[in-house]
């Protein structure tokens, strides 16, 4: 079951800050973080892989908070090139090496 | 530079003529996988390999087949493709530490299907 990310959308203008949240009704081992522009392909942003732990790229940082299966990417004044879909990602999963990825953030930055 | 490179970027086909998606990686990567993008569903796992010879299903692996003889290379059989099949798919590769993908995915640009 993939994980569900919070919002599906979100418009910004330059400057604000985000917040995209990922939940998953299954244990969380590990998480990555991606960026896809619109007809490219998705790009690594950042992997959590201990509870508690936060990473950072850039001004954008992430938390990981295993016991709620939650974690959640922060970008701070958020820049155009900020505008795309993030995917949050997960795995191991179910006993198997599956890695899947969340359902997706639809971010736009406007001037 | 270190890339995945799949092959071809765009291809329309027609229904129940066997195709094959190509995908390559120079980075020494253990593990790879296929995964379709469709609207609305993101990206859903087809196919993955944790390294030569070993491969398993993903979430979406009805009508597909892959097969991992090289390390390098992964690709995805289509034997008898359908119209909904049509979709936009991507290979990716990671390095592998235990069962981790500590480096997170690598993704090929991607090859847009469509058949009819």
């Known amino acids: 079951q993939q994980p569900v990310q919070s919002p599906q959308a979100v418009i910004l203008r330059e400057g604000e800050d985000a917040v995209i949240n990922c939940s998953s009704s299954?244990?969380?081992?590990?998480v990555h973080w991606y960026r896809q522009k619109h007809g490219e392909a998705p790009v690594f942003l950042m992997i959590?892989?201990?509870?508690?732990e936060q990473k950072g790229h850039e001004k954008i940082s992430a938390s990981f908070n295993e016991k709620k299966q939650q974690s959640s990417l922060y970008l701070t004044a958020s820049q155009l090139s900020y505008s795309g879909t993030y995917f949050c990602?997960?795995?191991?999963?179910?006993?198997?090496?599956?890695?899947?990825f969340g359902t997706g953030t639809r971010l736009k930055v406007l001037a | 530079e270190a890339q995945v490179t799949q092959n071809p970027r765009y291809l329309i086909t027609v229904t129940g003529k066997k195709l094959t998606v190509t995908c390559s990686q120079n980075?020494?990567?253990?593990?790879m996988s296929w995964y379709r993008q469709d609207p609305g569903l993101g990206l859903r796992q087809i196919y993955y390999?944790?390294?030569?010879?070993?491969?398993d299903k993903g979430d979406v692996p009805e009508g597909y087949k892959v097969s991992r003889k090289e390390k390098r290379n992964f690709p995805l059989i289509l034997e008898s493709p359908s119209p909904n099949q049509t979709s936009l798919y991507f290979c990716?590769?990671?390095?592998?530490?235990?069962?981790?993908?500590?480096?997170?995915?690598?993704f090929g640009s991607g090859t847009r299907l469509t058949v009819v």
């Open positions: 990716a590769s990671s390095l592998r530490q235990g069962a981790e993908l500590s480096y997170g995915y690598t």
């Open positions: 299954k244990a969380l081992y590990s």
């Open positions: 959590l892989l201990k509870g508690g």
């Open positions: 990602g997960t795995g191991p999963s179910e006993g198997t090496y599956k890695y899947i």
């Open positions: 980075m020494n990567h253990e593990y």
């Open positions: 390999s944790m390294n030569v010879e070993v491969t």
